[in-house]
């Protein structure tokens, strides 16, 4: 074997980690238990789930005959906190407006992001809490109901509403913001009727119209949740034919996209049921929900008091890891796609956050930490490199032999392996630490694709949010001609200089003796300078930088190897 295979196979590993990495770790199908008792029950006076409506269900009881209402109500109260604002809908006591305050949707900043949207828009994104009881005969809010509101005098202060039933059920909510993006739903429910009830609390998440923008396979978008200490992550396909059932305590289940998050759990020492799935009289809607497992007997003139969680936000880490300790939430910081390489992925974050914020910069946090990567790597990379030198140094050699044994193969391989121990040069060397490596620039890779803290951060010069592709293009001389060529021909500065650096490094490395393979590596750095074009440009600027940093270190020990072996 020699060391131009062993480069090739290892250019080939690599990719096949970056593009078909999800297709053998991604996350498996879920198929609901198939034993599981399905019996609907009656959430208020709301349709039982037979007929998809917005009713999660609850293990083994009956089911509610129900009056449905087609028509569309509002009557809204509003409220602000320091980083969300919005307002609820008093029918239902609908949670169907979010604006984050401080996250816009372009680097302009005229427009803030709007997470949550009206069940009246053209994208219906809203969720609802209530409760369920296994008396089909009592009467409990549903989504027509209409609630009352006390006045509020500040921003900060909660929203207090208020429902109460002929029948003698009173449910006062209690809806508190902190100031983040964590909202906090309290409900007391007075049991007035004369008799025990059984009762029992839930939480869904609608969305309708919606699938997710980027398709990216190192990044998952849609549902998700964390139940019994796992990650489950479902695509669309999963629950296309038939719902998705998971028990945990202790978990949350919500809905990701790449920088934003919905999620919903009752309190973590409370046992709840799960379920995601296709609402099949409602063309592309999906519904998330959870339902406590225990159900609570409430005597007459007795109070029954609950707690449920909404995470509804920007995907910061260090703000979601405060929240795992405080509420004590199951492992919420998987909602970040920190893939596979978690161990080493949430680390490298973390030191990226920090070197971005000390240098007030996140461009130059990348700059930093790369070096500081190049440097950890450096005697794996010096290994590789000394191998791959060799071998270049070596390579008249090798192709004279090549030429004066071609029609014989075992005599050119015994003189190949004689000239190999005549230089104590490993071929096979320069091939493993490559694959060390390759976990630790892939976490790197995903660091950068995930993290909420690149979002419109500026660089330096024309870029202004390393998110965004570099918006330079060489067909109209980077803006000097009048013109906006389409997207497949916006190959800017950054993207240049990134495949001039890998056009670059190949020249350093020793040339494949096989024709068909040296062209291929020819071609790799105008592929990649096309297919980088359309990336985050913070991403373009890692791969250059990284780029220039092998250079130089394999250069200065090309000079100093060369003395040795000739």
Not at 432 to 446: D, E, R, S, T, W
Not at 472 to 478: A, D, E, G
Request: a neutral charge; glycine letters at 4%; proline letters at 6%.
């Amino acid at each position: 074997m020699d060391n131009q295979k062993n480069l090739l196979l290892a250019v080939v590993f690599s990719i096949a980690v970056l593009f078909g990495f999800d297709f053998f770790f991604g996350p498996t199908q879920n198929v609901p238990p198939e034993n599981i008792n399905n019996t609907e029950t009656s959430i208020g006076s709301e349709a039982p789930k037979t007929i998809d409506t917005e009713t999660p269900s609850i293990k083994s009881a009956p089911s509610l005959s129900v009056k449905q209402d087609s028509g569309y109500k509002e009557k809204r109260i509003n409220f602000k906190s320091k980083r969300i604002e919005g307002s609820v809908n008093l029918y239902g006591a609908t949670i169907d407006e979010i604006i984050l305050s401080d996250y816009f949707k372009t680097i302009k900043k005229e427009e803030k992001i709007r997470l949550l949207q009206k069940e009246s828009s053209s994208s219906p994104y809203f969720l609802r809490m209530g409760w369920a009881s296994t008396d089909k005969k009592l009467i409990l809010p549903n989504k027509d109901s209409l609630w009352v509101s006390k006045a509020i005098t500040n921003n900060n202060d909660p929203l207090e509403i208020e429902w109460t039933s002929k029948q003698g059920i009173k449910i006062k909510r209690k809806i508190s913001f902190d100031e983040n993006f964590m909202i906090t739903i309290e409900d007391i429910v007075f049991n007035e009727t004369g008799g025990n009830v059984e009762l029992t609390n839930y939480s869904y998440i609608r969305r309708k119209n919606h699938r997710p923008e980027n398709k990216f396979f190192i990044l998952h978008e849609g549902p998700l949740g964390v139940f019994n200490d796992t990650l489950k992550e479902f695509s669309y396909e999963d629950f296309e034919e038939q719902s998705i059932i998971e028990s945990s305590t202790n978990g949350w289940v919500g809905y990701t996209d790449h920088y934003w998050q919905v999620a919903i759990f009752p309190d973590t020492e409370e046992p709840f049921k799960a379920e995601v799935r296709k609402i099949k009289n409602s063309p592309n809607s999906i519904q998330i929900d959870f339902i406590n497992d225990n159900l609570k007997i409430v005597k007459s003139g007795e109070t029954l008091s609950v707690k449920s969680y909404v995470f509804a936000g920007a995907k910061e880490v260090p703000l979601i890891d405060n929240y795992i300790e405080t509420l004590k939430v199951n492992k919420l910081d998987l909602s970040v796609d920190f893939g596979w390489f978690y161990f080493l992925t949430k680390p490298l974050f973390y030191a990226l956050n920090f070197l971005s914020i000390l240098f007030s910069n996140f461009g130059v946090g990348i700059i930093i930490l790369t070096i500081f990567i190049r440097i950890l790597l450096f005697p794996l990379a010096n290994k590789s490199f000394k191998s791959m030198n060799s071998m270049r140094i070596l390579t008249p050699e090798i192709q004279r032999i090549r030429e004066r044994y071609k029609d014989d193969r075992n005599k050119m391989n015994q003189e190949m392996f004689a000239l190999y121990r005549e230089k104590k040069i490993n071929p096979a060397a320069g091939c493993l630490p490559i694959l060390i490596q390759i976990p630790i620039f892939f976490a790197l890779y995903k660091v950068l694709f995930v993290s909420i803290e690149m979002r419109h951060a500026p660089f330096f010069g024309w870029i202004k949010d390393l998110s965004a592709p570099d918006p330079t293009s060489i067909f109209n001389l980077f803006g000097l001609i009048p013109w906006d060529p389409p997207m497949f021909l916006t190959i800017g500065i950054w993207p240049l200089l990134m495949g001039l650096t890998m056009y670059l490094q190949q020249k350093i490395n020793p040339p494949p003796p096989d024709p068909i393979q040296a062209k291929v590596f020819m071609m790799l750095p105008f592929i990649f300078t096309f297919l980088l074009a359309t990336f985050p440009s913070g991403m373009v600027v890692y791969w250059t930088v990284n780029n220039i940093l092998s250079i130089g270190q394999q250069y200065i020990l090309l000079k100093k190897q060369k003395k040795n072996i000739t």
